[in-house]
């Protein structure tokens, strides 16, 4: 079974940054299109960025001018640059991706999360 497969949490000073990584496990099946979404302790999960096939990208107004979210089709990975981070922005990151191959499409895959932790 295809699985989302992310990297690149940790801990870092408010102002710093991280870049977060969303790989499929296999390459026969292509990440389409991909949401990346966060949820803090005692909130609801929130859609902070998402990107289409062509690389088209929407992001959470807290966040615009900030994070950046791109692919590389290539690897079949999609990543989210995070800069000049701040304490709300601490919260477990999850990746969310549409997978393609050939004709088919399957939806709503979710990666295992990744812990994001901003001191300030």
């Known amino acids: 079974q295809v699985r989302l497969v992310e990297s690149g949490g940790g801990l870092v000073q408010a102002g710093e940054s991280l870049r977060l990584s969303c790989a499929a496990s296999?390459?026969?099946?292509?990440?389409?299109?991909a949401g990346w979404y966060r949820q803090a302790p005692g909130k609801e999960r929130e859609l902070v960025a998402r990107i289409n096939r062509g690389g088209g990208t929407d992001y959470l107004d807290s966040v615009k001018g900030r994070f950046t979210a791109f692919r590389n089709n290539r690897l079949n990975t999609v990543f989210l640059q995070m800069n000049n981070l701040k304490s709300e922005d601490t919260a477990v990151y999850y990746c969310n991706a549409d997978f393609r191959w050939g004709p088919n499409l399957s939806s709503d895959h979710w990666g295992q999360g990744i812990q994001v932790t901003v001191s300030s």
């Open positions: 296999e390459g026969k099946v292509r990440i389409d299109a």
